[in-house]
């Protein structure tokens, strides 16, 4: 059952001049649901805000994290990077420096008990004991190159060699090799073939002595025998650069088989004039042999040409001497 109003109603109710009037009851409840929901939105507004901050703390998070494992990767290529050009370093110092000895090693050697020397030390010191010896040989062998001389000549030449082996003994007793290559009557014609022959079977010698052009003299005139003599041995030394060529003067005689004494004498003092002079022209050498005179009759034989074994020593001592002095001159030009 509803209950009535029974308050009663004005004219002005009825006619509808006066505004309804809710009952009480009823605002209430509007009022209460309004504050409800100031206080719903009130309360939604910090969760809200809560959430974005949240939200850009995880950005923000993230963020760090992607910007922290970036750097980690640089500096692991970095890492890898200065690993890398050290090990191009050092193989380039490697290359360019060789490897020192260590002081320990090459100073102090330590024998355990029971055991062997260091083998790194020993091995160390080997290696330079060997290289002292190698760079030692080489100079060695530098300096003890044994020399080719060649001595051709007439028979002055073929019996020198027998008073040479007699008096100083093989090779002159000089550091080096000898040979000689005489034949008896040969004149300046036969010098430059024999020569030849001889050197199409060996390598050319480092000294070429040669005695000759005494028998030609009374059956060629000393200018023109002079002239081939020095025409020759300039041709030679332009083959031959590198060999020092000796010319033996002419010697005296009590005999000459082509003319008189006084003449023939004559001769022979302007071909060993002339070959001293033109010596620079074939970078040659000039053999005195001042010892050997005519008129001394103990170092001639009968024949009054050759030699006695006085005659041959005096002969063979003056080539050695100038052999001796062209060796040492070519040791001091090496060093």
Known sequence: MQRQNLSPVSEKDQLGLNPVKLPLKRKRIQDDAAQNCSRSADSSSPAREKHRIGGKKFVLKRNFSQISTNCKSISEACSSERKRMKKDTDKN????????????????????????????????????????????????????????????????????????????????????????????????????????????????????????????????????????????????????????????CINQRQVWRYGSPWKINKDREIVNHTMRKAAHCFGGVIIEHPCLKFFDNTIFVPDGVHFTKKGNELFVTSIRSTIKNILQSMQRKQI
Not at 128 to 152: F, L, Y
Not at 169 to 174: F, H, I, S, T
Request: include cysteine.
């Open 93 to 248: 110092e490697s290359a360019v420096t060789p490897p020192s000895i260590p002081k320990s090693a090459s100073i102090t050697m330590i024998r355990l008990k029971g055991k062997k020397l260091n083998d790194t030390a020993s091995s160390f010191q080997k290696d330079a004991r060997s290289s002292e010896s190698k760079v030692t040989e080489k100079k060695t062998t530098e300096e003890q190159k044994v020399r080719n001389i060649w001595i051709i000549g007439s028979s002055y030449v073929k019996r020198g060699e027998c008073g040479a082996s007699q008096k100083f003994g093989e090779n002159l007793g000089l550091d080096a090799k000898v040979q000689w290559f005489g034949k008896g009557g040969m004149r300046w014609s036969g010098v430059l073939p024999r020569f030849y022959e001889e050197l199409s079977t060996r390598s050319p010698p480092d000294v070429l002595i040669i005695h000759a052009g005494g028998n030609d003299l009374g059956l060629t005139s000393a200018q023109q025998l002079s002239s081939i003599m020095k025409t020759e041995l300039m041709q030679l030394h332009k083959e031959f650069p590198s060999m020092t060529i000796a010319y033996s």
